[in-house]
Nanobody, 127 residues
Framework: QVQLVESGGGLVQAVGSLRLSCAAS????????MGWFRQALGTHREFVAR????????YYADSVKRRFTISRDYVKNTVYLQMNSLKPEDTAVYYC????????????????????WGQGTQVTASS
């Protein structure tokens, strides 16, 4: 079974930057796509970004467009989330996830479309 481990979270001031990493391990790792979700205290988990493993197609939540960038290195089996111009409202636990198959564009934001999940890493952007 694929294992996903996030790293790179931390505490930064507003307008600062962080880069999250999600390293995958397993017998083989050939997902259809990788995604990032986040969950703030007292809220439900929400979609942040997604990238096809081919590395060309990306999709972002409106709240993070032009600030966050998702990328992957399929030699290192790692997906990244570069977060710039962080705002206090970005504070949340961030999770990476892997989708094994293409379930359709209408499911991109749906957590159930992702088969494997990391343990989460805390990101705190202070004012």
């Amino acid at each position: 079974q694929v294992q996903l481990v996030e790293s790179g979270g931390g505490l930064v001031q507003a307008v600062g930057s962080l880069r999250l990493s999600c390293a995958a391990s397993g017998r083989t790792f050939r997902p259809y796509a990788m995604g990032w979700f986040r969950q703030a205290l007292g809220t439900h988990r929400e979609f942040v970004a997604r990238i096809n493993w081919s590395g060309v197609m990306t999709y972002y939540a409106d709240s993070v467009k032009r600030r966050f960038t998702i990328s992957r290195d399929y030699v290192k089996n790692t997906v990244y989330l570069q977060m710039n111009s962080l705002k206090p409202e970005d504070t949340a636990v961030y999770y990476c996830a892997a989708a094994e198959t293409n379930t359709g564009w209408t499911t991109i934001r749906t957590a159930a479309s992702y088969a494997y999940w990391g343990q989460g890493t805390q990101v705190t952007a202070s004012s």
